[in-house]
């Protein structure tokens, strides 16, 4: 029997974990669901979910992952016998849709940055100012409506997809954390002096307000569609329900503290996201946007876009900007593809760079329409995010929960050592409250999407 891989470094895993974590969910999606949520009300219940079901979700797949060392449908089968491989099968396709229109996305960031070199984005945004002022609609929303259709959008969908199938057939992992060590401190420092200098702003106060003070009122009156479209985002952004994380456990030394890394990259990613709202929101309610939900998927291009107008020497950070989020674009797409890829390798015996190519090529079609009109996005994105993921994840905590608890405690005390009850308050969180959650979430979710 062939030894299996292993990561080659103690934070290999970490990086590659953070790297599938933090992405477009985080500064693309996260952004434009917040204010299509209400802003501070769709902020609280979005960090409750993460807390309390993101954390005990994120330690099921880790468990299942280690346990198993296999790809997610052998894990499933593995441990709950044939019948599960339809679950698994459901991951795959899971997989395909939201990569299909991740790509897409992601080749907006190219754009984006590119536009850095070819000039100040004030000068850009000038072009669009005629026909801002007729529509009445800010320049930067008309820029963003024409960048994100048509051959522009298909060119940079096909290039995004390009690169992903290229790293992951050649398997070129080194590349990767070291992109992910770069890029995530990167992140940071730029999300955070983007801050410092959106405080600066006249109507800053507004945005803190619309984004930092719930109304209680509101998220009681608004529940059933709050819980669902956290839950979506909670996972989505955590990479979670499709079986990534079991995927980049399976290759993990007995020796990780699981609760430990858990929590640091559910610390990583949720503070990027944080961050990004606390520059977004302030910068439209600057640039007089006062409904910040109407800037659907292109909210953080306005908001940037107008921001890197402004700033002297905007067009500089602006492209550092959509570069690095473009960079960390792939290390997710990479782990979606990785999955993918990983099944028909383990499950049908082909090749890596032909499953890798095979796979991607088939995604990648998929992500045309979105290139065409953004109400397929809408589709992809509102299936993978509301339903899919959120039934994977019910999927995960009834298998351990339920079926097969006993190993689940066991995996999680090494590198822990003894639980104790912690253990069972564990496992019987996931076992009822977590799986009532879920289960409503679920339901919500599809009567949302149909
Ligand atoms: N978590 C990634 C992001 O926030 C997206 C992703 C979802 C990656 C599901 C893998 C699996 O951008
Ligand atoms: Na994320």
């Known amino acids: 029997m062939v030894e299996r891989e292993t990561w080659a470094t103690r934070t290999g895993f970490i990086l590659a ?204 009156d608004n529940w059933m569609g709050l819980l669902p479209a956290a839950a979506g ?19 993990l030394g007995e020796d990780r503290n699981l609760a430990k890394d858990g929590t640091a990259i559910i610390g990583f990613d949720t503070g990027i996201a944080f961050l990004t709202g606390l520059v977004v929101f302030p910068i439209f309610f600057s640039a007089g946007i006062t409904e910040p939900g109407d800037g659907g998927p292109g909210a953080i291009f306005v908001s940037m876009t107008e921001a890197f107008a402004t700033i002297s020497g905007g067009h500089l950070i602006g492209l550092l900007f959509f570069g690095t989020v473009a960079i960390a674009a792939l290390s997710s797409a990479i782990s979606l593809l990785e999955v993918v890829t990983a099944y028909v390798i383990d499950e049908k015996g082909v090749e890596r760079w032909k499953a890798a190519l095979g796979m991607g090529g088939v995604i990648y079609l998929l992500g045309v329409p979105v290139t065409y009109d953004l109400i397929f996005l809408d589709l992809l994105d509102g299936f993978a995010d509301g339903v899919l993921l959120v039934f994977g994840a019910l999927m995960l905590v009834i298998l351990v929960g339920w079926i097969t608890p006993k190993f689940a405690v066991q995996e999680l005390e090494k590198g822990i050592g003894d639980l104790g009850s912690l253990g069972t308050v564990w496992i019987w969180v996931i076992r009822l409250p977590i799986l009532v959650v879920l289960v409503v979430s679920l339901s919500l979710g599809v009567m949302d999407y149909v």
């Open 17 to 220: 974990a953070v790297g599938s974590a933090v992405g477009l969910g985080n500064i693309w999606r996260f952004p434009f669901v917040t204010g299509e949520g209400g802003g501070a009300a769709f902020l609280l219940v979005y960090l409750l979910f993460v807390a309390l079901v993101g954390f005990p979700a994120i330690l099921v797949e880790f468990v299942v992952g280690r346990k198993t060392k296999r790809n997610p449908v052998g894990a499933l089968i593995e441990l709950g016998g044939d019948a599960w491989k339809y679950v698994g099968g459901i991951f795959i396709v899971t997989g395909f849709v939201i990569l299909s229109f991740y790509s897409v996305v992601a080749g907006w960031f190219i754009r984006y940055f590119l536009e850095g070199f070819r000039g100040s984005y004030s000068s850009h945004l000038a072009g669009y100012e005629d026909a801002a002022a007729e529509a009445g609609e800010p320049a930067a929303l008309l820029m963003f409506g024409d960048l994100s259709v048509g051959l522009d959008a298909f060119f940079f969908h096909t290039i995004f997809m390009a690169m992903t199938i290229g790293v992951v057939a050649l398997g070129i992992r080194q590349g990767i954390e070291l992109a992910v060590k770069v890029m995530v401190p990167a992140i940071v420092v730029l999300l955070i002096g983007m801050a410092v200098w959106v405080f600066t702003l006249p109507d800053a106060g507004a945005g803190y307000e619309y984004y930092l003070s719930p109304e209680f009122g509101v998220i009681a």
């Open 233 to 251: 985002q909670a996972f989505f952004t955590l990479s979670l329900g499709m079986g990534v994380m079991i995927t980049y456990a399976s290759y």
